[in-house]
C-alpha cells in the first residue's frame, strides 16, 4: 500500500533547479534510504514534503490525498514529521516540555502526554538531563531530543535529515536501535543520510539523488554498487 | 538556567512528575509578594505614596500583560500603553457621552481592546524582531495622534472627564490588588495550560513549533489579544481612578517604563516584571525630585540587564538562593 507518493516534483531558486521533477513512492512501512552528494537536493525536497517550501510543479499524495500547499503545521497532524539538518529545539524550555508541546499539539492529553514524554526520555537515555533547558544541551543530546520529537505521536512517515551528522556513536547507536526498531513494528521513514554503512544496515531500499535529479532507486546494495553513484560522489568531492 | 535538576531531588523522583515547577515557584514568590504590598497600607496612610503605589499597581498589570506577549511569547511589541490607553478611552467615552456605568464601561473596554489586538496581531503576524517593533510603534504613535487629535469626541489634550467609582483610596488600593492578582492567577493558569508550552515554543524557535503541529497563527493571535484585554483592563481601572482620560496614557515613555519594568524584573518569568514594576515606578518617584533623569536611569539599566542578566532581578534573586541553599 501506498502512503507517500512523490510525483514530478520540482523546485528551482533562480536559476538552479535544486529538485527536478523527482518522483517515488513509498510503501507504509518502509524505511528509504534518501542520498546523494551535497547540494543534490535532499533538504530541498524534504522542505516541501513538510511543507516548509512550495513546489514548483508535482503533485504529492498522503494516503492517496494531493496535500502540496499545506502548511508544517497541518501536515503534522495528517501525520508528517520531520527532523531538521539544522537542529532545532526549543532552547529555553527543558526536555520534557520539549517533546510535550508536539505531545499537547498533536492532540494528547496533558497526562498522556507526559507518559510518552517520559517513556522516550527512557528509551533515548536522556533521562540525567531532562530538566536541563535544551540550550544547555551539546549538540549531539540536542538532535537525539529533536529526534525524539517526532515520536511523541508516532507519524504516518518521519523524515530525517541527516540524523546521525556529528552525533557521538553511543547516541548514534541509540537512533539506529530506535529506528530498527519502530521500522519493525511498521513505523514509515525517509532517512537521509551521508553514514553509507548506516544505510547499508538500516535501509533496505535508496533513492539517490544528484543535482536534484533522482539518478537511481533500488535496494541500498544495487544502489552504492552503481557507477552512476559513484562518479556523483566523487565528482561531487571533486568540486 | 536549571533550577530542579541542578538543586532539588525532583531529578531522582521516579514516575510522573511536574515540569512547569518553576512557573508555580514563581506565582507563589508572586503571591507572597502581594501579600506583602497588602499589608503596606497599615505602616503607610500618606496618601501620596499610597497613590504611587496604585500607579505603580496599573505599571504592575501592564508589565505582567506584556511580558506574556514580549517574554514568553517573543513577539516583543511597543504598544502596551497604547492598550491602555484604547481601554481609558473605551469607558470614559462611554460614560461621558452615554452615561454608561463605570463597571459595564470596564467589560467594554476588555472586550474593544482585546479585539483591537486581536487585529493588530494579525496584521503583524509575519513580522519578525525589528520590523515588528517598529510596526507596532508606529500603530501606538498613530493610535496616541488620533486620540490627541480628534478634539471634538476626546477633547484632545485637555482630557475627558469621566466618573469615578470609589470615595476612598484606600478602597483603591486593594481594588488595584485585587485586579492585579486575579491577573496573576489568570496568567498562571494559562501559563500551565498547554497555551503556555505553545507560546514559549513559538518564542523559542517558530518553525519547530510548526512542525510540532503548533497552529502558530491561532496562538499568536490569542496572545496579543489577552495581553491587549489586560491592559486595557488596566487602562479602563486607571481612567476611573483618575476621573481623567489623557492621551498621555499612550505615550512612548510609559511604554519605556513598561519595557524597563519587565526587562529589570526578568523577561519570561512571572513574579519578576510584576515585582519590579513596584521598584521601578518607586524609584523613578525618587528621581522625578532630583530631576528628570528617570528615563536615562532606566534605559541605562534595561541595557546592562539585556546585555548581562538575562532574567532579570528574578534571574538574580534565584542564583543567589540557590548559593545560598547550596553552602
Ligand atoms: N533557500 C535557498 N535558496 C537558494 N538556493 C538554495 C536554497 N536552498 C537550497 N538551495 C540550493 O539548492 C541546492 C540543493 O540544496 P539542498 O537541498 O540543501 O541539498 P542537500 O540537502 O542534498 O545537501 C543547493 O545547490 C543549494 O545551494
Ligand atoms: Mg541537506
Redesign the pocket.
Known sequence: MTLLSVRGVSKR??G?V?VNNVSFDVAASELVGLI?P????????LNILSGLADPDGGEILLDNVPCQGLTPERLAHRGVMRMF?LTRVFRRMNVIDNLLVAGRALGLGADEALARAHALISELRLDVIRHLDAGQLSGGQMKLLEFGVCFMVPPRIALLDEPFAAVHPTMKEIMGDFIRARHEKGQTFIL?SHDMPVVVELCPRAVC?NAGDVIIDATTREVLNDPRVIEAYLGGQAA | MAPSSATSPAGNRSGVQLSNTKTTVEFRAALVAMAIVALIPLGVSNPYWLGVLIVSMYFAILAGAWNLLAGYTGQFSLAPATFAMIGAYTTGLLNHYFGVPPLLGIVAAVVVSGLVGLLLGRAVLRLVGPYLALTTLSFAEIMRLVASNSIDITRGDLGLGVAGLLDSRIGWYYLFLGALVVLLILFYMLLRSKAGLFLQAIRDDEVAARRAGVNVVFWKTTAFAISAAASGFAGALYAHFAELVTPELGLIGQTGLIVSMTVIGGMGTLAGPVVAAFLVYVLSEWLRDVGGYQLVVFAALVVIFARFFREGLWGLARAAVQRWGRA
Not at chain 1, 551535497?38 to 525536497?45: A, D, H, P, R, V
Request: proline share 0%; hydrophobic share 40%.
Open positions: 531558486f533562480g538552479l535544486a546523494g551535497n547540494g543534490s537536493g535532499k533538504t530541498t525536497l539538518q537521509v539523488m
